[in-house]
Antibody, heavy 121, light 110 residues
């Protein structure tokens, strides 16, 4: 069974870097699929951040592209999200997910439980 | 502001049927597959429907999806109290080069 688990600081100061890691079990990242991040502001809907294929190609939400980096570490079976600089508007629950396909076939078929990141001084 | 519009809420009695619509445009729903996600209170979203009308393993056939033109629909039959959740549609937007989610619909079982 594929499982994903987010980890990282729950509190980040404004203008600093938000850094999260997703650890995957039950499936080897290097075997394929895209790996992505989605966030949900408190009481709001879902926002796609971006995704990355295990070999390196990436897709980012244009509204966040200048601040986002997604990377994969196949040796640890993890992938990561970096967002900088952050503001209070980046406060959200961040989910990592396995992504099937790209473009028209895109769907997130396995999700982590999510981690709340609060941006505050 | 999402490019996919859903009704904020729908409700029905146990055993009844609810229909959730998702309205988009030719750059998203009109030319790409639609997925549906269920988010139970306090939990992560779960894939419910993919490629317009396919269910992942383990999803009961009470959940069904369809697409026509630039709109998609999720139907839940035999409504159960455990179906109370937020439901989101999602699809790729070719013009924006972004995956977009719908505004979300809260299902209440009366």
């Amino acid at each position: 069974q594929v499982q994903l688990q987010e980890s990282g600081p729950g509190l980040v100061k404004p203008s600093e870097i938000l850094s999260l890691t997703c650890t995957v079990s039950g499936y080897s990242i290097s075997s394929g699929y895209y790996w992505g991040w989605i966030r949900q502001s408190p009481g709001k809907g879902l926002e796609w951040i971006g995704s990355m294929y295990h070999s390196g190609s990436t897709y980012y939400n244009p509204s966040l592209k200048s601040r986002v980096t997604i990377s994969v570490d196949t040796s640890k079976n993890q992938f990561s999200l970096r967002l900088r600089p952050v503001t209070a508007a980046d406060t959200a629950v961040y989910y990592c997910a396995r992504v099937y396909g790209s473009g028209t076939y895109y769907r997130s078929d396995y999700w982590g439980q999510g981690t709340l990141v609060t941006v505050s001084s | 502001q999402s490019v996919l519009t859903q009704p904020p809420s729908v409700s029905a009695a146990p055993g009844q049927k609810v229909t959730i619509s998702c309205s988009g445009s030719s750059s998203n729903i009109g030319n790409n597959y639609v997925s549906w996600y269920q988010q139970l209170p306090g939990t992560a979203p779960k894939l419910l429907i993919y490629e317009n009308n396919n269910r992942p393993s383990g999803i009961p056939d009470r959940f069904s999806g369809s697409k026509s033109g630039t709109s998609a629909t999720l139907v839940i039959t035999g409504l159960q109290t455990g179906d109370e959740a937020d439901y989101y549609c999602g699809t790729w937007d070719t013009s924006l080069s972004v995956y977009v989610f719908g505004t979300g619909t809260k299902v209440t079982v009366l």
